[in-house]
């Protein structure tokens, strides 16, 4: 058994250390809001935080996350009130919304280290998070918005 800690909650798992992360959240305890892209590093769709960086769940084993802090889709605010969510809202951001948990969970962390981010800071951390759809001016313009949302209102991020 392997214990995770994920969004704040402890969780026994009865997975291989070499499993990927992506599929013990999917698979085994039902946090379906990360997603499978590529599964291999190249798409930003199974995006999920350990100790407050991004990472791809789907490249990272399970064995790294122990005694860690994992934070998916599901755990960015408890009721959508993270200002990233509330400018997505907005500006009605996704279109399939395939790659949004991704999308969200990069710019989550971006905001966090950068909190007045220019449409060159945005382009740049946001380059690894692929969206087929295209939404990425809509994705900049809500990042901006978040982070005026952010002074507004204080801390979230
Ligand atoms: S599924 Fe992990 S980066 Fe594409
Ligand atoms: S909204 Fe469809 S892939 Fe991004």
């Not at 392997?2 to 013990?24: C, F, R």
């Not at 962390?109 to 800071?121: A, I, M, S």
Request: hydrophobic share 35%.
């Amino acid at each position: 058994m392997i214990t995770l800690k994920i969004n704040q909650k402890s969780y026994e798992v009865d997975a291989a250390p070499d499993m990927p992360l992506l599929w013990v959240l999917r698979d085994l305890l039902g946090l379906t809001g990360t997603k499978f892209g590529c599964g291999v590093a190249q798409c930003g769709a199974c995006t999920v935080h350990l100790n407050g960086e991004a990472v791809r769940s789907c490249v990272t084993l399970v064995k790294r996350a122990i005694g860690q802090d994992v934070v998916t889709i599901e755990g960015l605010s408890p009721d959508s009130s993270h200002p990233l969510q509330q400018a997505w809202l907005e500006f009605d951001v996704p279109q399939c919304g395939y790659c949004q948990s991704g999308q969200l969970m990069s710019a989550a962390v971006l905001l966090k280290e950068n909190p007045n981010p220019t449409d060159q800071d945005i382009d740049d951390a946001m380059s690894g998070n692929i969206c087929r759809c295209g939404t990425y001016p809509r994705i900049r313009k809500a990042i901006h918005r978040a982070a005026s949302l952010q002074k507004e209102g204080g801390s979230h991020v």
